[in-house]
């Protein structure tokens, strides 16, 4: 799988953001943009523009791939997940 760009995953971490906002009074971030958020901290420190999906933990690598998930589908609502047009209804 290709590299995860700085710019791509600020989209994810605002997706989960849109999808699971803030909580409590703090405004605890959810726990799918929490857990892109410490990936893209890193490429600000480090200065870097990607990160490999394999430096990634468990918890932020789900939350990538749900989002590449979803993110598809919303691009292809006529499809169905085996990426076959669905059949006419009626």
Do not use: C
Not at 52 to 70: G, H, Q
């Amino acid at each position: 799988m290709p590299d995860i760009s700085m710019t791509e995953l600020e989209a994810a971490i605002n997706f989960w953001r849109s999808h699971s906002p803030s909580q409590g009074d703090e405004l605890k971030l959810g726990r799918e943009a929490n857990a892109l958020s410490k990936p893209y901290a890193l490429l600000i420190v480090q200065r870097r523009n990607f990160i490999p999906l394999t430096e990634l933990d468990n918890a932020a690598r789900l939350a990538w791939l749900t989002f590449v998930e979803l993110s598809q589908r919303a691009e292809n609502p006529t499809e169905n997940p085996t990426g076959k047009p669905s059949a006419p209804r009626g």
